[in-house]
Nanobody, 120 residues
Framework: QVQLVESGGGLVQAGGSLRLSCAAS????????MGWFRQAPGKEREFVAA????????YYADAVKGRFTISRDNAKNTVYLQMNSLKPEDTAVYYC?????????????WGQGTQVTVSS
């Protein structure tokens, strides 16, 4: 079992920055691929970024490439999402998710989400 708790959301002006954190409990964190997703009002949840267990491989949605950076600290059981140059269209609830080793890339565990609001 993995429990995920996101933090760091808030209200920021366009062009500003936020750093989201996702603290994980459970022994499988260090072997899990971790991802960030978001869901805006009236829209489906979408992929934002992912990082493999070692932190070497990172993947980004085209909409956030060059602005967002995903990272992880396995010693702290935490994954981060640094968001720079924020735009109003980045407004959404952001979710952290874990795909444990052996899950074939399926995100089995999800956090409760943290709201990010970008004002124009």
């Amino acid at each position: 079992q993995v429990q995920l708790v996101e933090s760091g959301g808030g209200l920021v002006q366009a062009g500003g920055s936020l750093r989201l954190s996702c603290a994980a409990s459970g022994r499988t964190f260090s072997s899990s691929t971790m991802g960030w997703f978001r869901q805006a009002p009236g829209k489906e949840r979408e992929f934002v970024a992912a990082i493999n267990w070692s932190g070497v491989n990172k993947y980004y949605a085209d909409a956030v490439k060059g602005r967002f950076t995903i990272s992880r600290d396995n010693a702290k059981n935490t994954v981060y999402l640094q968001m720079n140059s924020l735009k109003p269209e980045d407004t959404a609830v952001y979710y952290c998710a874990a795909a444990p080793a052996g899950s074939q890339g399926t995100y089995d565990y999800w956090g409760q989400g943290t709201q990010v609001t970008v004002s124009s």
